[in-house]
């Protein structure tokens, strides 16, 4: 059924306050009200889950000002673009944890960047604790939404994510679904993969605003449905049964007269959006006010029309922000 008021979830933590998937990011979400709050994950050499943005983490990490890891260094095709940088799966766990966190987005938020270097690389089963102590401190039931990213990469290197994650789920207490557990990621074969492993989650697909999903490219080429044809109802009608909800850009739902979220709760699945900020650079054009790019638009404009699509979830940036205008 859909939610009277959507779930307020702390996209990477606090990320409008303090770099993302740092332990403050994350303890700050907590205490600033959300739901459940979203890790993304990677994976180490040794097969140990951190959560970062990307595997390529030159832009959210110091790894650059390491010279004994200057020779790391290099070009890799991911998700069939070239990226060159460092990559989670070319250190252990040890090496990565002598790492220090930074701010992704330096110049448009420059307060979190002031604590660039303060914090180290959390593992998932980190961010797992953190969320059990914070929802006994708070004293209300908080969430994890577990997007797991580049599935289909990472098993082409010979490290498949789905069992890496089941098992780490289940030694910190989440597998057997006490906890609220949502996963999340824009290839439904790894969503799959952990259904069939047996952990009980709800399942949510995530959905660009455009291209194709990078698992069901791999295997069919342009044959492969578009993200656009997937929110399609006859899309939507396919995915009853293998996922429990989408997870749209907010672009999508911004569009005039989409249909999407009706479309999807008459099927039964739940639908998300993402990124609500309020920052100008982030709104689109007609919310955008003065100030540049940095400055807070009419985010609660757009947010409006957000809410009032009847959307189950929002990912924020900034908690205090989404806790205040989409809670009832």
């Not at 307020?8 to 306050?17: C, K, L």
């Not at 989650?201 to 449905?225: H, K, W």
């Not at 757009?302 to 009847?310: D, K, L, T």
Request: glycine share 10%; hydrophobic share 40%.
């Amino acid at each position: 059924m859909p939610r009277k008021s959507p779930l307020v979830i702390g996209h990477r933590g606090a990320p409008g306050y303090r770099p993302e998937h740092t332990r403050s990011s994350y303890e700050l979400a907590l205490a600033m009200g959300v739901d459940a709050v979203e890790p993304d994950v990677v994976a180490t050499k040794d097969g140990v889950l951190v959560v970062r943005h990307e595997n390529e983490i030159s832009g959210t990490t110091d790894v650059a000002q390491h010279p004994e890891f200057a020779d790391r260094k290099t070009t890799k095709r991911v998700d069939g673009e070239a990226l060159t940088g460092w990559f989670t799966e070319d250190f252990t766990w040890e090496e990565l944890s002598t790492l220090r966190s930074r701010e992704r987005l330096p110049d448009v938020r420059l307060s979190s960047a002031s604590f660039d270097g303060a914090q180290a690389i959390l593992r998932l089963v980190d961010v797992l604790d953190i969320v059990r102590e914070g929802s006994i401190e708070h004293g209300r039931e908080i969430g994890v939404v577990l997007e797991v990213k580049h599935a289909t990469y990472f098993a082409s290197i010979g490290m498949p994510l789905a069992p890496l994650i089941a098992a780490e789920l289940r030694s910190a207490g989440w597998g057997e679904g006490a906890l609220p557990l949502i996963v999340e990621s824009f290839e439904s074969t790894v969503l799959g993969e952990l259904r069939d492993l047996g952990i009980p989650a709800s399942y949510v697909y995530l959905i660009e605003a455009g291209g194709r999903p990078y698992d069901q490219f791999a295997a069919l080429g342009t044959r492969a449905r578009t993200y656009k044809a997937t929110v399609e109802p006859k899309g939507l009608d396919e995915l009853v049964g293998s996922v429990d909800g989408i997870s749209v850009d907010k672009k999508m739902l911004l569009a005039r007269g989409n249909t999407i979220v009706a479309d999807a709760h008459a099927t039964g699945l739940r639908v998300f959006t993402w990124t609500c900020r309020p920052e100008n650079r982030f709104l689109a054009a007609e919310f955008r006010g003065q100030g540049g790019k940095d400055a807070f638009g009419d985010y609660e404009a757009e947010w409006g029309v957000i809410a009032r699509s009847g959307v189950d979830g929002v990912f924020v940036d900034h908690p205090d922000l989404g806790v205040a205008f989409f809670r009832d």
